[in-house]
C-alpha cells in the first residue's frame, strides 16, 4: 500500500509548493545552493523520506541528499536533523499512548456490552463532537493559531534546540512550505477524526447492549 505522506502530494499542488521552492531555495544563506533545480519528483521523494525517517526514530535523516547536475549534496543543517530527531521522539512517545487508547475503547465496549450499559445514540455523538468542535474552533481563533504554533513548540521540544527557521536559512521549511503544510495537515487529521469517531460511534451502537423495550 502506498503511503500518503501526510498529503503531500495533495498539498503540493494546492499551495503551489513548487514555485515557493523557486522563489525561496535561491535565497538559501546556509550554503545549500542549486536546490531551485530540482524537479518535483525529487521533492516528493524527499518529503517521503523525511516521514519515514521520522517514523522511525529519526534514523537517516541526517544522510538525506537532493541531486543536482548529478552532485549529490546533503539536505539538512545540523539544527534541522536536531529539530526532525526531537519531532520523531515525540513520535515515539504518542504511538504507545495511541495504541493504549485503542485498547482502552475495546477494553470499555467489551465491558458496556456484558454490563448492558447504554451508549450514546449516532445522532447524539454527532451533536457532541459538533459542540466539541466548535469550541475547540472558536478558541484557536480567539487565542491566535499562530500563538498556539508557537506555544506548543515551545513547551514540547527542549528550549536549547532550533524549531522555528526562515526560508533562507532552511530547505526543510522551503520543501514544505511551513507552516502553511502544517495548516492543511491539521485539517486533513480533523476530517479523519470525525470520521474515525462517527465510525466508532456507529460500531459501537451495533456491537453494544441493545436497548430493552417495555412491552405492554
Known amino acids: ?3 500518503i505522506n501526510y498529503g503531500y502530494g495533495m498539498f503540493y499542488q494546492w499551495l503551489d509548493i513548487n514555485s515557493h521552492i523557486k522563489t525561496f531555495a535561491p ?6 545552493d542549486g536546490f531551485e533545480l530540482t524537479e518535483e519528483a525529487e521533492h516528493h521523494r524527499l518529503f517521503a523520506e523525511i516521514c519515514t525517517a521520522i517514523n522511525n526514530s529519526g534514523a537517516g535523516l541526517r ?3 537532493y541531486t543536482v547536475s548529478g552532485e ?3 539536505l539538512l543543517t545540523d539544527a534541522e536533523a536536531t529539530h526532525l530527531e526531537d519531532v520523531a521522539r515525540l513520535i515515539d512517545i504518542m504511538m504507545p499512548a495511541g495504541w493504549a487508547a485503542l485498547a482502552l475503547w475495546v477494553i470499555l465496549l467489551m465491558i458496556s456490552k456484558l454490563r448492558r450499559m447504554p451508549l450514546p445514540s449516532l445522532g447524539h455523538s454527532l451533536m457532541t463532537l459538533i459542540i466539541v468542535g466548535l469550541v475547540l474552533l472558536v478558541t484557536v481563533f480567539a487565542i ?7 506555544a506548543f513548540h515551545e513547551i ?5 534546540n532550533q524549531w522555528f527557521f526562515y526560508y533562507q536559512d532552511s530547505l526543510m521549511t522551503t520543501l514544505m512550505k511551513a507552516p502553511d503544510i502544517f495548516s492543511a495537515i491539521t485539517i486533513l487529521w480533523v476530517l ?6 462517527l465510525l466508532q460511534a456507529a460500531v459501537m451502537k451495533v456491537v453494544g447492549p441493545q436497548p430493552k423495550f417495555r412491552t405492554y
Open 1 to 3: 500500500m502506498q503511503p
Open 27 to 32: 535565497q538559501n544563506r546556509q550554503g545549500k
Open 63 to 65: 544522510d538525506l541528499f
Open 72 to 74: 549529490r549534496r546533503i
Open 144 to 150: 491566535g493559531p499562530h500563538k498556539i504554533f508557537r
Open 156 to 160: 514540547v521540544f527542549p528550549e536549547e
Open 192 to 197: 479523519l477524526a470525525i470520521i474515525c469517531y
